[in-house]
């Protein structure tokens, strides 16, 4: 279970948090968006006499204090103060996967994300504490918080998703001829009212703040802006994911007992059509969420549709299990249910979205 080392509040900074369900949307709410005599900042933060010890990055690669009005010294304590179990903050309750409210989602459905609750996911979800963790397809362990995919003030992305994630560029602002700042976003979404340009901070006008209607319990995910395929969630992914989008076959140790040879990754960022298999694909009752072209979302996919991370993946966690040949010791060898959850290298079910290969079985039809 997560430690419970929670985070100490004054109640007169947590009436500013406790709003209703629903308030506190990705890139405004509590999370930005404020005027200029905002008493927002006063929730979270103290200029002069911060006791917590949670730090953020500067440009120079820097730590510096995030001055939290907190006792904690981990940063996904604090997240979990609105975003936890027991939390009133937010209705989006990430650790155990839940929307607790109705406006913005289906009450009591899972998350789009998924869970990082032990008891709900086992270990199958992305390190959130601070250790760290190998992100396979990629050269290194990479210490993993909230904070190390999302912005808490916001980004030109999608669900708050950081611009610059392990030192790469996956989103931003461009400065125009005369000076102004244009979003850049990699990653967008076909909820109501989103702005297919991405989220331009602070000066989004009122009226577009007000279209904005996000679901947290219906994946409605966008291709890329504009349709790019060096962009989109899959791309944004292999920021630390390095070999899994659009890099083609690459040699590497996958830590399998393959050795040192060439890999072949699935396409991502790709329409189903580009599939020319001896049969179509079984889509007309698609179990998994694909993105479809800015504007045009409907439960339904068609060929045009994108594959993509998100497809197939839970970005916080899954539930779902492994076992048989989606469970061996040894790729070399395989022997169903000699693994753990997995196949090498790893020790988890990869967060897939359906039990066992459910999710190649969803659209191969074998």
Not at 123 to 132: E, K, P, R, V
Not at 347 to 364: I, M, P, Q, T
């Amino acid at each position: 279970m997560r430690k419970l080392s929670i985070v100490l509040v004054a109640a007169s900074a947590l009436s500013v948090l406790l709003l209703a369900p629903g308030v506190a949307l990705a890139n405004f709410g509590i999370h930005g968006g404020y005027t200029m005599d905002t008493h927002t900042c006063a929730g979270c933060h103290r200029a002069h006499t911060a006791a917590s010890s949670i730090t953020w990055t500067n440009a120079a690669n820097e730590q510096r204090s995030a001055l939290l009005l907190s006792a904690s010294d981990e940063l996904y304590e604090f997240c979990f103060t609105c975003h936890g179990s027991a939390a009133a903050g937010a209705a989006t309750n990430v650790y155990d996967g839940v929307y607790e409210a109705s406006e913005y989602g289906t009450l009591g459905d899972d998350l789009n994300s998924g869970a990082f609750n032990e008891d709900v996911v086992g270990n199958n979800h992305h390190t959130y504490d601070g250790t760290a963790e190998t992100a396979w397809g990629g050269d290194d362990e990479i210490v993993m918080t909230c904070g190390s995919c999302h912005d808490v003030h916001g980004s030109s992305n999608y669900r708050l998703l950081k611009d610059v994630v392990n030192g790469v560029d996956v989103g931003g602002y461009v400065e125009t001829a005369d000076g102004d700042f244009l979003p850049d976003p990699y990653v967008i979404s076909n909820e109501p009212g989103y702005p297919e340009d991405g989220w331009l901070l602070h000066d989004a006008g009122a009226a577009q703040i007000a279209a904005y209607e996000p679901n947290y319990t219906t994946p409605m995910y966008a291709t890329a802006p504009d349709n790019d395929p060096e962009k989109g969630i899959s791309a944004w992914c292999a920021a630390c994911h390095t070999r899994y989008h659009g890099t083609g076959p690459t040699q590497y140790d996958a830590l399998d007992g393959f050795g040192d040879v060439m890999r072949y990754p699935h396409p991502v960022n790709v329409p189903l059509s580009n599939y020319l298999g001896a049969r179509a694909l079984n889509i007309s009752n698609l179990t998994l969420p694909v993105a479809q072209e800015f504007g045009t979302w409907t439960a339904a996919a068609g060929p045009n549709d994108w594959l993509d991370c998100l497809t197939c993946h839970q970005s916080h966690g899954s539930d779902k299990q492994m076992g048989g040949f989606a469970s061996v010791a040894d790729a070399t060898d395989p022997e169903p249910d000699t693994g753990d959850g997995s196949v090498p290298p790893g020790s988890k079910n990869a967060f897939l979205r359906l039990d066992n290969r459910g999710v190649c079985e969803a659209c191969h039809n074998k």
